[in-house]
């Protein structure tokens, strides 16, 4: 480990690291619940997100019967990642002290799974996805060998005994002459400090030095062009880490092909050798620099204040490049690899705004960023901050960061706080993607959907429509499916306070919603199947059969896949209790008392846990209070509907398709009209659900 590692592992003990690890694993299993079952699935597309990507263009997903030691594989163009993964249970994880120690037989699957890909001889073993694999690989072998390469990587989530190393040294030795071939080693260490990286210091980088060779420098007063060695840029990074980026809009873009293919090119001499053809390089702004040509540490540029307001993913790309190099492959970076520098001497904003776009060209600059100069962002970031309290409405990657650490005069950091120096602090992102799927939209605001790209017909919905009084009305009719008409919404753009109220409801659904993962862990605790990643009770097989058959699980199931419908469906709830949804109505919901707390002190997980464990629990809790009256419908709707949910291919899919949301509020509608008779928390006694409402 070099030195952002190290500081990362001191941040974060074995027992944080495990923490997180669960954490992060909830949340793979909520981002790929179609595909993820268990917490050992989650962790191979952990390790896919922290390392590769899980762009299905690029990655594909394998770890099943026959898989032959592939949980999964990412291929780009010729270049091939072939990933094993394994993770003891994060029951058994949380019981030990110290990470455990796996022996040698990790490494001889891994060998298997090599011989497996390398061997000439045609195997008849294998599942479908394993043997298409082997059939691209060998096939780009076989067409272009110059330009094919494949890296088998062993992720564990654990250290090797000195067994399982020594075993891994000899197979790192037997495929050492092949350079069509790599193999790497990812112990607990390395994965925990790409979990807790990237992160922000509070002090920015006072000075940086880049040194240069005779005739490769050209400078005037306030500008330099310059080839310096790479690994200038590298010692610069493991001494400031993100601070060097602190005025860039964006931090580093970890699944982006183009950040891999730098990865690849700095692995080979050759390459190494062109890097400074091959690559954009960097732009440095800075406070000042000086030129020295006879200064005791050779021909050197002293920059000051220095900020890399593009090329982040270069400097990260050589930084992880070199650590993943051999002392004689670091050797041979630091004397020939250098890096295309541009200094330039400025403390405008609006130009270095300027440059970051125009000088963005292998990594595009995200939709968002590139909009959010534009009147209607500005426009919505003022009315934001003119709400009781304020909120910061950030507009670009980063912002929030840069502003809350190096405040320039005109910004006070204090206004969007709450006591306890909370951030009360809405991504434009999310605030979209919430008012979309409460506005009407949820079957495509679930769909990953590109809501600020040019082209597509999301961002003029979400910021420049307004739906009129009967729209809002149709939108939640139970007897319709709505579908968007142009003369059905106003040209303009709804209020922040319309927009706060959905973005509440989407933290508050967030956190109060049960993960995929404890969901399941819960089940089984309650249906006494035994923990399967244990070693006890049923198999995993047997376990899935079971919670089929059970309601609880089920319905929890289904919430954790539909949050974006849940949103919609408040603002079903809303239509039919008040009428349309306006700016005047949403101030009003925004003063009941669980809104206005989390607008005052968005601690959102906090509340929701406060609530799971019996506070604020009444029927006018408006948050508390639909979401129990939805989750009771869903009892009703999985009655009617399991066998067409359980057959569904893609589960998520089938919960944001517009018939089945219209299907949800049919059984919302008739569970309103039945309610009188029920005795429940979230409703009054001897009253509907909406007329229980405050």
Same mark, same amino acid.
């Given at each position: 480990?070099?030195?952002?590692?190290?500081?990362?592992?001191?941040?974060?003990?074995?027992?944080?690291?495990?923490?997180?690890?669960?954490?992060?694993?909830?949340?793979?299993?909520?981002?790929?619940?179609?595909?993820?079952?268990?917490?050992?699935?989650?962790?191979?597309?952990?390790?896919?997100?922290?390392?590769?990507?899980?762009?299905?263009?690029?990655?594909?997903?394998?770890?099943?019967?026959?898989?032959?030691?592939?949980?999964?594989?990412?291929?780009?163009?010729?270049?091939?990642?072939?990933?094993?993964?394994?993770?003891?249970?994060?029951?058994?994880?949380?019981?030990?002290?110290?990470?455990?120690?796996?022996?040698?037989?990790?490494?001889?699957?891994?060998?298997?799974?090599?011989?497996?890909?390398?061997?000439?001889?045609?195997?008849?073993?294998?599942?479908?996805?394993?043997?298409?694999?082997?059939?691209?690989?060998?096939?780009?072998?076989?067409?272009?060998?110059?330009?094919?390469?494949?890296?088998?990587?062993?992720?564990?989530?654990?250290?090797?005994?000195?067994?399982?190393?020594?075993?891994?040294?000899?197979?790192?030795?037997?495929?050492?002459?092949?350079?069509?071939?790599?193999?790497?080693?990812?112990?607990?260490?390395?994965?925990?400090?790409?979990?807790?990286?990237?992160?922000?210091?509070?002090?920015?980088?006072?000075?940086?030095?880049?040194?240069?060779?005779?005739?490769?420098?050209?400078?005037?007063?306030?500008?330099?062009?310059?080839?310096?060695?790479?690994?200038?840029?590298?010692?610069?990074?493991?001494?400031?880490?993100?601070?060097?980026?602190?005025?860039?809009?964006?931090?580093?873009?970890?699944?982006?092909?183009?950040?891999?293919?730098?990865?690849?090119?700095?692995?080979?001499?050759?390459?190494?050798?062109?890097?400074?053809?091959? =690559? *954009?390089?960097?732009?440095? %702004?800075?406070?000042?620099? !000086?030129?020295? +040509?006879?200064? /005791? &540490?050779?021909?050197?540029?002293?920059?000051?204040?220095?900020?890399?307001?593009?090329?982040?993913?270069?400097?990260?790309?050589?930084?992880?490049?070199?650590?993943?190099?051999?002392?004689?492959?670091?050797?041979?970076?630091?004397?020939?690899?250098?890096?295309?520098?541009?200094?330039?001497?400025?403390?405008?904003?609006?130009?270095?705004?300027?440059?970051?776009?125009?000088? =963005? *060209?292998?990594?595009?600059? %995200?939709?968002?960023?590139? !909009?959010?100069? +534009?009147?209607? /962002? &500005?426009?919505?970031?003022?009315?934001?901050?003119?709400?009781?309290?304020?909120?910061?409405?950030?507009?670009?990657?980063?912002?929030?960061?840069?502003?809350?650490?190096?405040?320039?005069?005109?910004?006070?950091?204090?206004?969007?706080?709450?006591?306890?120096?909370?951030?009360?602090?809405?991504?434009?992102?999310?605030?979209?993607?919430?008012?979309?799927?409460?506005?009407?939209?949820?079957?495509?605001?679930?769909?990953?959907?590109?809501?600020?790209?040019?082209?597509?017909?999301?961002?003029?919905?979400?910021?420049?429509?307004?739906?009129?009084?009967?729209?809002?009305?149709?939108?939640?009719?139970?007897?319709?499916?709505?579908?968007?008409?142009?003369?059905?919404?106003?040209?303009?753009?709804?209020?922040?306070?319309?927009?706060?109220?959905?973005?509440?409801?989407?933290?508050?659904?967030?956190?109060?919603?049960?993960?995929?993962?404890?969901?399941?862990?819960?089940?089984?605790?309650?249906?006494?199947?035994?923990?399967?990643?244990?070693?006890?009770?049923?198999?995993?097989?047997?376990?899935?059969?079971?919670?089929?058959?059970?309601?609880?699980?089920?319905?929890?199931?289904?919430?954790?896949?539909?949050?974006?419908?849940?949103?919609?469906?408040?603002?079903?709830?809303?239509?039919?209790?008040?009428?349309?949804?306006?700016?005047?109505?949403?101030?009003?919901?925004?003063?009941?008392?669980?809104?206005?707390?989390?607008?005052?002190?968005?601690?959102?997980?906090?509340?929701?846990?406060?609530?799971?464990?019996?506070?604020?629990?009444?029927?006018?809790?408006?948050?508390?209070?639909?979401?129990?009256?939805?989750?009771?419908?869903?009892?009703?709707?999985?009655?009617?509907?399991?066998?067409?949910?359980?057959?569904?291919?893609?589960?998520?899919?089938?919960?944001?398709?517009?018939?089945?949301?219209?299907?949800?509020?049919?059984?919302?509608?008739?569970?309103?009209?039945?309610?009188?008779?029920?005795?429940?928390?979230?409703?009054?006694?001897?009253?509907?659900?909406?007329?229980?409402?405050?």
């Amino acid at each position: 480990m070099r030195q952002l590692a190290n500081a990362a592992l001191k941040a974060a003990s074995y027992a944080e690291a495990v923490q997180l690890l669960e954490s992060r694993l909830s949340d793979c299993m909520d981002t790929y619940a179609d595909d993820v079952s268990n917490e050992h699935h989650a962790f191979d597309f952990l390790v896919a997100d922290l390392f590769e990507t899980t762009d299905p263009l690029y990655f594909t997903f394998t770890d099943a019967k026959g898989d032959k030691g592939v949980d999964f594989y990412v291929k780009r163009d010729t270049d091939y990642a072939v990933y094993q993964c394994k993770m003891p249970g994060v029951a058994t994880l949380k019981r030990n002290p110290s990470p455990m120690l796996l022996d040698s037989q990790a490494v001889l699957e891994l060998r298997e799974t090599i011989e497996y890909m390398l061997s000439d001889s045609e195997p008849n073993s294998g599942n479908a996805a394993v043997r298409e694999l082997r059939s691209k690989f060998h096939q780009d072998m076989a067409l272009e060998p110059e330009r094919t390469h494949v890296r088998f990587v062993l992720s564990l989530f654990s250290n090797l005994n000195r067994d399982g190393l020594d075993v891994y040294e000899r197979l790192l030795k037997a495929y050492r002459s092949n350079d069509r071939v790599s193999i790497e080693l990812r112990l607990w260490d390395r994965i925990t400090a790409e979990l807790t990286a990237p992160f922000s210091e509070a002090i920015l980088p006072q000075e940086v030095t880049l040194h240069y060779s005779e005739g490769e420098i050209l400078s005037r007063s306030d500008w330099a062009y310059l080839l310096a060695p790479s690994v200038d840029l590298l010692d610069a990074f493991e001494r400031n880490r993100f601070a060097l980026f602190d005025l860039n809009v964006r931090h580093e873009l970890r699944q982006s092909p183009v950040n891999q293919k730098i990865i690849d090119s700095l692995k080979h001499a050759k390459s190494q050798r062109n890097f400074h053809h091959l =690559n *954009n390089g960097v732009t440095i %702004t800075c406070s000042s620099f !000086k030129v020295s +040509e006879s200064s /005791q &540490k050779g021909r050197v540029v002293t920059v000051s204040k220095p900020q890399v307001i593009n090329g982040c993913q270069t400097v990260l790309s050589i930084y992880r490049a070199h650590r993943s190099m051999s002392p004689e492959e670091q050797e041979g970076f630091r004397k020939h690899c250098c890096t295309q520098v541009r200094l330039i001497k400025t403390d405008d904003q609006s130009f270095i705004g300027d440059l970051v776009v125009s000088t =963005n *060209n292998q990594n595009p600059m %995200t939709a968002r960023n590139l !909009k959010s100069n +534009e009147g209607v /962002q &500005k426009s919505i970031t003022a009315q934001f901050k003119a709400l009781s309290p304020a909120w910061f409405y950030q507009r670009k990657d980063g912002e929030s960061d840069s502003l809350w650490h190096f405040p320039p005069q005109s910004f006070r950091k204090k206004v969007f706080e709450d006591a306890g120096n909370r951030k009360r602090i809405a991504d434009n992102e999310e605030v979209a993607r919430a008012w979309y799927g409460f506005s009407g939209f949820s079957s495509l605001a679930s769909e990953r959907a590109k809501l600020f790209e040019d082209g597509e017909p999301h961002y003029d919905r979400i910021f420049k429509r307004v739906p009129l009084a009967a729209t809002w009305k149709d939108i939640a009719d139970p007897a319709m499916q709505y579908k968007y008409k142009e003369d059905d919404y106003q040209v303009a753009t709804p209020t922040a306070a319309m927009y706060l109220l959905s973005y509440l409801t989407s933290q508050f659904v967030k956190r109060y919603t049960l993960s995929n993962r404890l969901n399941r862990e819960l089940a089984i605790e309650r249906l006494g199947l035994g923990l399967p990643s244990e070693g006890g009770g049923f198999d995993p097989d047997k376990v899935d059969e079971k919670l089929k058959s059970d309601d609880e699980f089920l319905v929890n199931q289904m919430l954790a896949n539909m949050k974006e419908v849940l949103v919609g469906l408040y603002a079903t709830v809303y239509v039919w209790k008040f009428g349309p949804i306006d700016g005047n109505l949403a101030q009003r919901l925004l003063k009941s008392p669980c809104y206005a707390r989390l607008a005052e002190s968005p601690d959102f997980g906090g509340y929701a846990k406060e609530v799971q464990d019996g506070k604020h629990r009444s029927p006018d809790n408006l948050l508390y209070a639909i979401y129990e009256f939805i989750r009771t419908a869903m009892y009703n709707f999985l009655g009617k509907y399991r066998d067409a949910y359980l057959m569904a291919e893609r589960k998520i899919r089938y919960l944001h398709r517009e018939e089945t949301i219209q299907h949800m509020k049919q059984e919302l509608r008739a569970l309103n009209q039945r309610s009188a008779r029920l005795t429940e928390e979230w409703k009054t006694q001897g009253k509907t659900f909406l007329d229980s409402m405050p």
